[in-house]
């Protein structure tokens, strides 16, 4: 179990750096694309060979919404910020997620009104990311930087409707070919969007330094096929409360591997924000009631 949750922590924690060093010298949404379709074609053929029913037209419509906007907008947008984001600080904003599920789920779905504890923690929260996207040149301010963050933002609420929208939609069944429908539904939306805005344009790998197409390889095997498993065997055999936990381990990672690894600032206004987030997170997950069951395969990963 432990082994289990160290995974999860780290290598999702490490996952934000990956995705920067990979968009250095190959096209963000291309990137993201095929590390998508890459994993979930993998994971698809895996399940399939296993004896695994195909997903029906109806469950594959349900993957390709639900990937278009977790995979295609909520990771896409994530991916093409860190052009202009630190990870660390990508890695922050996209902790601020569960603030757009409480609120989409009050306010479009029908979900219950936030308790006071949970209604504090979603308006810390945002006071957090607002610190930090401020003008500060140590965390990488400036108008390149506030359109990172508000795509980051914008991504986050794609990824948080997806997610609650899936609860009532037709997913594959097992989980693990739900996951896998979804990430190749997602890759494609990607790579198609890539293509459309010319990202394929002179695109050559012998280009491509070899950090880069080594953090591609990192992000495809341990980021969305090991640590997602992994991820799924934790849901089953331990307490939502314990594996939760990952939402506010995450980007503490991510800070400090930026920091460590990148050279990224780490100034007290991060710090201060990163502590308001992550214990506004903290404090959403812990008073949140528990939501409505979710359709197989609605879980997962922004990053």
């Known amino acids: 179990m432990g082994v289990a949750l160290a995974v999860v922590y780290l290598v999702w924690g490490s996952t934000f750096l990956a995705i920067r060093f990979a968009v250095r010298t190959l096209p963000p949404l291309l990137m993201a694309g095929t590390r998508y379709s890459v994993a979930g074609g993998v994971l698809y053929g895996f399940l399939r060979l296993k004896g695994a029913r195909p997903p029906s037209r109806s469950q594959w419509l349900g993957a390709l919404v ?9 990771n896409g947008l994530l991916t093409w910020s860190e052009l202009v984001l630190p990870s660390g600080t990508a890695a922050l904003l996209v902790a601020a997620m569960p603030l757009w599920m409480v609120l989409l789920d009050w306010l479009v779905f029908g979900g219950r009104r936030p308790r006071l504890p949970v ?8 006071a957090g990311v607002a610190l930090l996207l401020g ?34 939609a037709a997913m594959a069944d097992p989980p693990l070919l739900g996951t896998a429908s979804h990430m190749l539904a997602g890759g494609l939306t990607l790579v198609t969007a890539g293509l459309l805005l010319g ?24 980021g969305s096929l090991v640590t997602y498993t992994t991820y799924m065997w934790l849901l089953r055999h331990a307490q939502a409360s314990l594996v939760s936990t990952y939402a506010y381990v995450n980007p503490v990672v991510a800070v400090f591997l930026g920091w460590l690894l990148a050279g990224e600032a780490v100034t007290a ?12 997170v903290a404090v959403i997950v812990t008073f949140r009631r528990p939501p409505r069951p979710r359709a197989a395969g609605a879980r997962g990963r922004l990053d």
């Open 135 to 168: 003008p500060s040149r140590g965390s990488g301010g400036g108008h390149a930087a506030l359109l990172g963050g508000i795509a980051i933002l914008v991504g986050t609420l794609g990824w948080a409707y997806g997610s609650l929208w899936s609860r009532g």
């Open 269 to 280: 206004r991060t710090l201060v924000a990163a502590a308001v987030i992550v214990g506004a």
């Open 119 to 126: 209604a504090v923690g979603i308006v810390a929260g945002f």
């Open 66 to 74: 639900v990937g278009a906007l977790m995979i295609g907008l909520g």
């Open 199 to 222: 990202e394929g344009h002179g695109l050559s790998l012998r280009a491509a330094s070899t950090r880069s197409l080594l953090s591609f390889a990192y992000l495809v095997v341990m």
